[in-house]
């Protein structure tokens, strides 16, 4: 039986909830704001940027000044491609690891996951001098295979949690029809997995998109993404504030409305498997 | 057919050759975010121009991401950039590591002595130049005249920093958000400790003495201590254990400032009436001191360096040629105005007419002629660097020693225990690195 809740409540819960998103969405809501001023003005006290003019300036000397196109194809190149070389290789992980468990299952994703737990500075020597040898500094394909490595662990993890919701039976059934393996996972277990795989893929982009040290210390000019467009905004002698602000808005823009249209998509695979 | 066939290959086999006869060399530059260096990357199109076998590749970035990018790359030998941006500090360190191509072999017609010497002398190494100054800067009392005449007091064209503290609290209405002085607080070796090492220098003290003994337990490091503390305390804004340039600058422009001692660059900002609502009220003096013969004013230069082992050695030197060249200089003042020619590099900039009309250039000249990176102290030391210790260990614990004076600021520590801590991890570090037993 629901629990009855008073009109009064789910008002206080509602404006807790609006003040509480305010609150987070509040600093990009301001960034957004002073990148629509002057440099002047974008210093000035919070009301009085408020009430003075607005121009797009900042935006016209971003782009006169960066090729913006260039890093933000960088940037789709590189989540795209380590999202989708990532989901190549954990797909068969987490089958095996959801379906057929051996006895080190568990040690083996926790060793998975105890990867994430090293700071990425303590390998970036390592890392650099291998892709100096290699050639791939500076390299879209450098990036991507950096970026797989470091989401792996958490594409691995989702999808052995959301393919262990899907009841081995069906599969077995499937097997007992005469599939293969292949068409097992491709045309029995995808297609049931499907919302909580595209979560995956949403939340890795996202956050191959947003990766920051990585993208910044191992390119330079070819295949720099949109991170180093925005850190080539930020200064510690000049302010240079509104052309930051704008720099930024560019930068995150593409994935604020990917993730807006896909927040449905998002949020069912992240719930996916709460209520039995 | 066959003709045909044959005229098609021949076709493109003379375009690969043509292409190949042509093909640019690259050039990759890493900079700084900083007004000179992105109108640097703007007018780079004439450089092109001049040289159409040359293709230049930017990065720029953020002053610390760019230091530690850059290192980074030529530690390990990377080879991801063919010219580099750095500052006086760098520069002594990697030529003894063999890191940078000499450039003493740059062209007549360059005309290597007329870089201001200051400047030469902190960018050679055992009499090479290892970098070409682009654009080089002091510090500076930037003050506020209408305030200053309000209090009934006269800046001196050199002050004491008695004076400095007289002014600054006769300038204080803290009610009305006035503040007499702001400076910088927030730690960082290239932050609060930039000017604090700079202003102990005119107190007497130093980093360490001629045996590397660190000499943070002296007298002079408290008086100078003290008297920062004491000064921000009684005329300082709050808050001020967060500010570095840009958030002073910021406080400086809004006319809450009545003097603000940093950078000389910051001079084309206040006087800059699109953003400064002060633009005509500033004044200038050199850094102050305590008649002890140094001066609180520090020494920098963004310097373009080329690293050993690049595959374009030439181009590269071409560019940096170019860059810092007179003929640069020229084109700047024809294009953007001569407010706007990357300041501190050349003598003749500074003999030249024009330029001697823009109002903050002579005291420029005259902030960077008073340090002397290779004499920076009263008392002998065994170091170059005015606001830093040309030692590669000095970041790390520059850094460590800033969090200490920015908590006292904050009220978190004392003076005293905010030295006896930054004694304890010098004496650590310099034992650690081998410098003393």
Known sequence: ?276 | MRLLNTLIVTTALGALVSTAAVAATTVTIATVNNGDMVRMQALSEEFTKQNPDIELDWVVLEENVLRQRVTQDIATKGGQFDVMTIGTYEVPIWAKQGWLVSLNDLPESYDVDDLLPAIRGGLTVDGELYAAPFYGESSMVMYRKDLMEKAGLEMPDAPSWDFIREAAVAMTDKENEQYGICLRGKAGWGENMAFLTATANSFGARWFDEDWKPQFDTEQWANALNFYLDLMNEAGPPGASSNGFNENLALFQQGKCGMWIDATVAASFVTNPDDSTVADQVGFALAPDNGLGKRGNWLWAWSLAIPAGTDSEDAAKKFVEWATSKAYTEMVAEKEGWANVPPGTRTSLYENAEYAKVPFAKMTLDSINAADPTNPTVDPVPYTGVQFVAIPEFQGLATAVGQQFSSALAGQITAEEALDRAQNLAEREMTRAGYIK
């Open chain 1, 1 to 276: 039986m629901a629990r009855s809740v008073s009109n009064s409540r789910k008002a206080l819960n509602t404006a807790v909830a609006a003040t509480l998103g305010f609150l987070i969405f509040f600093p990009i809501l301001w960034i957004v704001v002073l990148s629509f001023k002057s440099e002047g003005d974008a210093i000035r006290a919070p009301l009085e940027v408020l009430t003075s003019g607005w121009t797009f300036e900042s935006y016209t000397a971003v782009q006169e000044r960066s090729d913006y196109f260039k890093h933000f194809s960088n940037s789709v190149i590189i989540s795209v491609g380590s999202t989708l070389l990532g989901l190549l290789i954990a797909i068969p992980a987490a089958w095996a690891m959801a379906f057929v468990p051996g006895k080190r299952t568990k040690d083996v994703l926790m060793w998975m996951l105890s990867t994430k737990m090293l700071p990425s500075v303590g390998v970036l020597v390592p890392i650099y001098l291998i892709f100096r040898d290699l050639g791939i500094l500076d390299s879209r394909i450098g990036l991507v295979v950096v970026l797989t490595l470091i989401n792996l662990p958490i594409i691995i993890w989702m999808l052995y949690t959301y393919f262990r919701e899907i009841p081995g039976e069906i599969l077995e059934a499937a097997r007992m029809d005469g599939a293969s393996l292949r068409s097992e996972v491709l045309y029995v277990l995808t297609p049931m997995a499907v919302p909580g795989m595209a979560s995956t893929v949403l939340l890795n982009i996202i956050l191959a998109w947003n990766e920051a040290f990585w993208t910044l210390n191992l390119t330079a000019a070819k295949a720099a993404p949109l991170t180093a467009f925005i850190a080539s905004y930020s200064s510690p002698e000049g302010l240079f504030y509104a052309k930051l602000s704008a720099a930024s808005v560019m930068a995150i823009a593409p994935i604020l409305i990917m993730g807006w249209f896909s927040q449905k998509q998002l949020v069912r695979g992240l719930t996916f498997g709460a209520v039995k």
